[in-house]
């Protein structure tokens, strides 16, 4: 069963643009993650943000987490070629608990 | 420090046979988790290992199976393969720290073909 759900399913933008992905998911989480997936490098993971945290950074990565709502938002901003890939998000309910994946948005920058 | 490594890379198989998929972690990397990639079902956990012990477990049927060693490395198991088996196998280790799971490190994946 997948607790997380992307939005949109496919995006295409222009390089330099921003992308903006959704994902929303059922019950309460402990912590959210992002990963990235590509032909080239397989499945990468990109940020982590814990529950108890709203936004969290990495270069042009910015992610943000609202629990009340359960759902995450993940930014790109001034996007690349390279960063055409599938991007999932994954929920962990609880410690020790197991990460379920939801089905990914596609991104394609066109350059 | 050398990434997750899975063998084989690529495997094809008959429906009714069965096969067997190797990952070594991530050296240090105590938890090794198991994950179907299908264009259908998208990426659906199967399993997770920690210290050689099965913690958490899918919704996968009793064909599959997994286990994990001493030294982490871990092995998954599919019996009397279907063609519905097939998909791209990932394996992913992490490193615990303060009781919470931290990020994962994928392998590049087996991808299997059952005929």
């Known amino acids: 069963s997948q607790q997380g759900e992307e939005d949109p399913q496919a995006l295409s933008i222009q390089e330099g643009e921003n992308a903006t992905m959704n994902c929303s998911y059922k019950?309460?989480?402990?912590?959210l993650q992002w990963y990235r997936q590509n032909s080239g490098r397989g499945l990468v993971h990109l940020i982590l943000i814990r529950s108890n945290e709203r936004e969290k950074h990495s270069g042009r990565l910015r992610v943000t987490l609202d629990t009340s709502k359960k759902s995450s938002s993940l930014l790109i901003t001034a996007s690349r070629a390279a960063d055409t890939a599938s991007y999932f998000c994954?929920?962990?309910?609880?410690?020790?608990?197991?990460?379920?994946f939801g089905p990914g948005t596609s991104l394609s920058v066109i350059p | 420090k050398a990434g997750v490594t899975q063998t084989p890379r690529y495997l094809i198989k008959t429906r009714g046979q069965q096969v067997t998929l190797s990952c070594s972690p991530i050296s240090g990397h105590r938890s090794v988790s198991w994950y179907q990639q299908t264009p259908g079902q998208g990426l659906q956990f199967l399993f997770e290992?920690?210290?050689?012990?099965?913690?958490n477990k899918g919704n996968f049927p009793g064909r599959f199976s997994g286990r994990q060693f001493s030294n982490s490395r871990s092995e998954m198991n599919v019996s009397t393969l279907e063609l519905g088996d097939s998909a791209l196998y990932l394996c992913a280790s992490s490193a615990l720290a303060g009781g919470t799971y931290n990020e994962q490190f994928f392998g590049p994946g087996t991808r299997l073909t059952v005929l």
């Open positions: 994954a929920t962990e309910k609880t410690s020790y608990d197991k990460v379920i």
């Open positions: 290992y920690f210290s050689e012990t099965q913690r």
């Open positions: 019950t309460s989480i402990n912590n």
